[in-house]
């Protein structure tokens, strides 16, 4: 079976002479990484501020995903399709800009 008719279900028998053929849609989508970049100079309130407002943790999980940053460098906000990572990561770096914070996130393919 080639990787093609992973998606195919062949239907019922066709009764009136018209071939069925029902397209299944079970390809999952590529997922991907949201990683946030630790530096010396972003308040630590704002990241937390951040990560609640934008990748929808609470408080404690913010302050805990902040600090596992600060410690080791590197952290992931979360994971998701690309379209939303993106949006995270502009969403993330346009209100650190307007705060002349230097924050930076990139994305990772899982
Ligand atoms: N290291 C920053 C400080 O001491 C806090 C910080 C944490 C900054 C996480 C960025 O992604 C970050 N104020």
Known sequence: ?????DNIKQGDAPEH?????????TKKPSMYKVLMLNDDYTPMEFVIHVLESFYNKAHEEATQIML???????????VYTYEIAETKVNQTMDLAQQHEHPLQCTIEKV
């Open 17 to 25: 002479g018209v071939a069925v053929k029902t397209r299944v849609n």
């Open 1 to 5: 079976m080639s990787a093609d008719d």
């Open 68 to 78: 596992h940053v600060h410690q080791k460098g590197v952290g992931t906000c979360g």
